[in-house]
């Protein structure tokens, strides 16, 4: 989907259901800068799970559907791919840009991966970075991707990794615990890290039906808000994309400046001639669905 970066809610934790709203507006306002700064772990993920031509490919909270076009490419004419998200205003985007650049083996639902069942069903293979840690339900959620492909069928999903394993993430929520109460997490609540616990990513998968699952690390630079942009950008999209927008938005103007400015402080002790970066690290999953009774 998207990934976890935007919130809905004063607890951070998100629910599929929040994307069909506001967050689907955020990220679609935002669309190109959070492409952008997530563009190269899906990119690094679109090579682990290797595509190759005249498969049948579903992809999972495609948000936008920028790895959608790069699949369908990959899986040329005699193959296709389908793109899922429950955002209606993110799917209407996904197509027109389909539209725009004439790839005609890619379509698009709007749906819940949690319960549908997308025309095509069962697939090669599913895709999904960063929209498989929303489920409300998610041992049932995965057993309705595991219906969704054939027998030895692959999956390939990239979560984050847990909080203190990304700084990008840490550093925004000390800049904002400041100037404001922030809630306890609660493991394995629906929303970014939601499915950092491998050990908990290997029962899912187990429960679902897919045989033992293969989980490697990706770590990379994060830039905010995507390469090229300086402390008083990053600042800026943070409050403007980002979940800490919602969780500061109870305090008065001159305190919402005060965190836009300590924001910037924190931001310019890291900026590079490329952006501002910040380490993160992501896991890549990979299972085969195992045969079903």
């Keep these: 989907m998207k990934d976890d970066l935007t919130s809905a809610s004063d607890d951070g934790a998100l629910t599929a259901s929040d994307w069909a709203g506001a967050s689907g507006e955020r990220w679609l306002a935002n669309l190109d800068s959070l492409e952008r700064m997530i563009e190269p772990i899906g990119t690094a993920l679109l090579s682990h799970a ?18 959608t076009r790069q699949i369908a490419r990959a899986v ?28 005609a083996n890619i379509a698009f639902e709007v749906a819940d991966a949690a319960s549908v069942m997308p025309a095509g069903a069962p697939f090669d293979r599913l895709f999904s ?31 984050w990794a847990p909080p203190g394993e990304n700084p990008w993430f840490t550093a925004m929520m000390s800049v904002l615990a400041r100037h404001v109460e922030l809630p306890p997490p609660v493991p394995r609540a629906p929303g970014p890290f939601a499915l950092g616990e491998t050990d908990y990513v290997r029962d899912l998968l187990g429960n679902a039906g897919f045989d033992e699952p293969d989980i490697i690390a ?16 990053a600042a800026s999209f943070t409050l403007e994309s980002l979940h ?39 896991l890549f999953v990979t299972a085969y669905a ?3 009774a």
């Design 129 to 159: 970075r960063f929209g498989s840690m929303f489920f409300a339900v998610p041992y049932a959620a995965f057993a309705n991707l595991r219906r969704m492909l054939v027998n030895g069928g692959r999956l390939d999903i990239a979560v």
């Design 290 to 292: 195992g045969r079903t």
């Design 218 to 233: 990706w770590e990379g630079t994060q830039y905010i808000g995507g390469r090229g942009n300086g402390a008083e950008e």
């Design 76 to 103: 040329g004419p005699e193959g296709g791919v389908v793109g899922v998200d429950i955002s209606p205003v993110l799917i209407g985007a996904a197509r027109e840009r389909a539209r725009d650049e004439e790839i």
């Design 50 to 67: 290797g595509y190759r031509q005249g498969e049948s490919v579903v992809d999972i909270g495609c948000g936008g559907g920028w790895t």
């Design 244 to 282: 800490i927008g919602d969780l500061i938005k109870n305090l008065d103007p001159s305190g919402q400046a005060a965190v836009r400015d300590d924001l910037i402080r924190m931001f310019a002790g890291r900026e590079t001639p490329e952006g501002v970066g910040l380490p993160s690290k992501a």
